[in-house]
């Protein structure tokens, strides 16, 4: 602004002072007026998009932040149009530009629009697209040979467009690896501990990050297992490797040092790991509360443990808590006909526990207690 103020006086004073060497006509002066005029000044990206383009308060304040400037604001206008006219809804607009901000930045025909046409040539509807992308934007900053040849490689793989959309829409994220060096090599790898090809598309689509690791870090994963004992044939085994490889080798000590401490021989710890391997997956403070609730009072011992490793996972404020305290209660009144089994107690949903354990005798135990929070979890206080 301060440079456009200086050329209108500074062409002014020519004018005024040398009238017969500087023509300007008042046409001319006119026209450099207005096409200066329509030059916009750089504005902040909060006030682009809250003033011109409406997007949401919450999304607005989560880049207020941001120092960066919308330095051409026609430029990125054509950005947020093309991804109206390409079947982006506005949530979905909000999305990709809370995530990556720089493509307010970037060229629509160089930038985003080759991008989008390597989807389309691949036969991914619009709404697969809109989706895709709003989840992982990044997409749209990598190099084009890269996309296209990622998304040939993930469709060559899956068998289909299908396959290929909804592993994306789990993590759109594979774009950025290089299948070549990390999927198929895993693949491969995979197919040869013992599953077929349709077994590990399976894998893929249930777990596809798992693919993107290095090969020699999946082929420690499953030596890692198989100290465990694990029968490759076992239907849990991709489970188990899948649990291993969201830990460090460190964490992955540390838990099992948590069961050593709470009474578990590394025997124990193989068949808790055998039967439910994604319980080694549970924070170290979550496996030791969930213990020593199960273990209190004799309530429960080891063995149980090692035969019922799923309790482990379950809330022991919002389930398992509660429903000792309901079945005290009722065993304490002598309720029951005989002692219930307290791994069919802590599994059964809340509807059939409460169906089962509570109304059957709310007039006797007294007071009922169902917490508001998604009346999930059901409580009965002892009247007396």
């Known amino acids: 602004m301060a440079m456009y103020m200086y050329m209108c006086r500074r062409l002014i004073s020519l004018s005024v002072k040398n009238p017969n060497q500087t023509h300007i006509s008042p046409s001319s002066l006119s026209s450099f007026l207005f ?4 030059r916009q000044d750089p504005i902040t990206v909060s006030d682009y998009l809250l003033r011109r383009h409406q997007f949401s308060p919450e999304t607005v304040s989560k880049l207020s932040k941001l120092s960066s400037l919308v330095k051409n604001p026609e430029s990125s206008d054509s950005v947020l149009s093309f991804f109206d006219e390409s079947g982006f809804s506005m949530t979905q607009i909000e999305q990709v530009i809370k ?13 985003i629009k080759p991008k989008i046409k390597i989807f389309q040539d691949l036969g991914l509807s619009p709404t697969d697209i809109a989706d895709i992308i709003s989840a992982d934007p990044w997409i749209l900053m990598r190099s084009t040979n890269h996309l296209g040849l990622s998304l040939l490689t993930l469709k060559s793989v899956l068998g289909s467009v299908l396959g290929m959309s909804k592993v994306l829409r789990l993590a759109a994220r594979v774009l950025g690896h290089d299948l070549e060096k990390t999927m198929i090599p895993n693949i491969e790898f995979i197919k040869s501990c013992g599953f077929s090809l ?6 893929v689509y249930r777990f596809p990050t798992m693919f993107l690791q290095k090969p020699e870090g999946v082929k420690e994963l499953v030596r890692r297992v198989n100290e465990m004992g694990f029968n490759r044939e076992s239907k849990m085994f991709i489970y188990a490797i899948r649990a291993v490889s969201t830990m460090t080798v460190k964490n992955w000590e540390r838990k099992l040092e948590v069961f050593r401490c709470l009474g578990f021989s590394d025997d124990d710890i193989a068949s808790v790991f055998r039967r439910a391997p994604s319980v080694l997956a549970l924070s170290e403070r979550k496996i030791k509360e969930s213990t ?11 063995s149980f443990v090692i035969h019922n490793p799923v309790l482990l996972a379950l809330s022991v404020e919002n389930r398992i808590k509660p429903r000792l305290r309901v079945l005290e209660v009722l065993e304490r009144k002598k309720l029951l006909p005989k002692k219930p089994s307290l791994a069919t ?3 059964i949903s809340d509807k059939n526990f ?3 354990f509570v109304l059957p005798f709310s ?15 059901t409580e009965i206080c002892d009247a007396g």
């Open 198 to 203: 349709s077994q590990t598309v399976e894998y």
């Open 35 to 38: 096409s200066s005029s329509s």
């Open 354 to 356: 409460f169906e089962k």
């Open 292 to 302: 020593q609730i199960l273990l209190d009072k004799g309530k429960s011992d080891i």
């Open 363 to 377: 007039n006797e135990v007294g007071k009922i207690y169902i917490p508001k929070k998604v009346k999930k979890t």
């Open 345 to 347: 107690a802590c599994k």
């Open 99 to 111: 995530r990556n901000p720089c493509i307010l930045s970037a060229k629509v025909d160089r930038t």
